[in-house]
């Protein structure tokens, strides 16, 4: 089978490459970028696509995802969550492990990476959990579960509160080479809290979690990164103090690297006035000085890429008091658009954009993927990045259409998405 994307104008910040010609896709492989004065040989077999005026790009790819399953399929599913993804330009997911019951052994690793495999319409990696149902008291089999598929190990959504079992799993994790990622809340100190701690959260009369809880737990797991020579990976970081600390870290050589999600580059607790739970997330939006010192990293190599955090919901799990609703935001099929937003505003050229959303995350997980070179898995996106669209939360395709962007006017669209060299989304054609 081969595929040639013709007249794009592809983008690959792996290779330096940003020029108009032809991508040829053979079998599951990128078998050449052609330039455009080149005529790629075209046999009976081949199916050619005009991408005239439309850019290509490696695949993305989301190292933070909750896919739900097993145990909260009526949030989301492998199928539902993947099918969002590629709606988005995602052909990598990699999931958190607090599913029902969690990610804490090869047995469930196993489901996980062949459910992808069977249902799935992208790629997914399994995230294994740091300690036994995610408790914080035991650690889990790294060397199980990496081989039955895990990319890196996380408590998500429960940091490791324990300080010397955050260092034991640093250490066992090296004799893996794969990351642990640090849920950076000092639970204590945020406590009960629902929202950012300020002057908003007095007014509305809701219980505050104020930025330093999540420094401190960051400030805690770069010491321990640095004894142990770990390798560390900040989740979702959403103040200007996390970014302080993982700038210092780097530039004192700590192996550490970290993400932020477009919604810590976009919103703030603004979003939440009026007690809107669709802006309710953890670590809470915070305010424009930390948006502002998060693009800063984002610019600096401080924060090394853009995850989503999605983390879909039932709607009855938002459509209740700001007090009892659940934490979290559904990402996938915004994330490409809210990137090219900054683009627009000129806080990112396009290249580091999409560095940042696919070789970044392939080599903090060491996914090899996020390329187009030649003999690379064919996992490549096809982006209108000049179509205008109105979020709708109606037309979202993952079962949790839960965000704070319904209503926006973007500018971005995903049209094409080719995975293992296979079409996994066309809208160019009207074939969805």
Not at 181 to 205: K, P, Y
Not at 329 to 346: D, H, M, N, R
Request: aromatic share 4%; with cysteine; charged share 20%.
């Amino acid at each position: 089978m081969e595929i040639i994307l013709k007249n794009g104008h592809i983008v690959d910040p792996s290779s330096g490459v940003d020029t108009m010609g032809h991508v040829v896709i053979r079998d599951d492989k990128i078998a050449q970028i052609a330039p455009l004065s080149e005529e790629p040989q075209i046999s009976p077999q081949t199916q050619v696509i005009d991408v005239g005026g439309l850019y290509v790009f490696p695949g993305l790819i989301d190292i933070h995802v909750h896919l739900r399953e097993p145990g909260y399929t009526h949030k989301e599913t492998i199928v539902s969550g993947s099918q969002a993804g590629v709606k988005g330009g995602f052909t990598t997911l990699c999931c958190m492990p607090n599913t029902n019951p969690p990610n804490d052994n090869e047995t469930i690793t196993q489901y996980i990476v062949q459910k992808g495999l069977s249902e799935g319409t992208c790629n997914v990696h399994p995230i294994g959990a740091i300690t036994k149902k995610q408790e914080g008291k035991e650690l889990t089999e790294f060397g199980l579960m990496k081989a039955a598929g895990c990319v890196a190990f996380s408590d998500d959504g429960r940091p490791v509160t324990n300080s010397l079992l955050m260092r034991r799993a640093l250490e066992y994790s090296t004799t893996f080479d794969v990351p642990v990622i640090s849920h950076a809340e000092d639970v204590w100190l945020s406590g009960d809290g629902v929202m950012n701690e300020g002057q908003l959260s007095t007014l509305l009369g809701l219980r505050g979690i104020p930025a330093e809880a999540e420094v401190i737990m960051i400030r805690r797991d770069i010491e321990l990164a640095a004894l142990t020579g770990g390798r560390l990976h900040i989740a979702h970081v959403s103040t200007a103090g996390g970014v302080r600390a993982i700038r210092e870290a780097k530039v004192a050589g700590i192996n550490v690297t970290a993400e932020t999600t477009p919604h810590y580059l976009h919103i703030t607790e603004d979003c939440a006035d009026g007690y809107n739970t669709l802006a309710k997330v953890n670590p809470p939006l915070r305010t424009k000085k930390d948006v502002d010192a998060i693009r800063e990293g984002l610019c600096d190599g401080t924060i090394d890429c853009i995850a989503t955090d999605h983390a879909p919901h039932h709607k009855d799990d938002k459509e209740c008091e700001f007090d009892v609703a659940a934490f979290g935001i559904s990402g996938l099929e915004t994330a490409l658009a809210l990137g090219l937003k900054l683009v627009q505003e000129g806080v990112l050229s396009l290249s580091a954009l999409i560095e940042k959303m696919t070789v970044k995350p392939s080599d903090i997980l060491r996914l090899g993927k996020g390329t187009l070179r030649e003999g690379a898995v064919a996992d490549v996106v096809v982006v209108d990045i000049d179509r205008e669209f109105t979020v709708d939360m109606n037309s979202l395709v993952s079962k949790g259409r839960n965000t704070p962007f319904h209503g926006w006017q973007l500018r971005g669209l995903c049209v094409l998405t080719i995975v293992g060299g296979a079409i996994r989304y066309d809208q160019l054609r009207g074939n969805l």
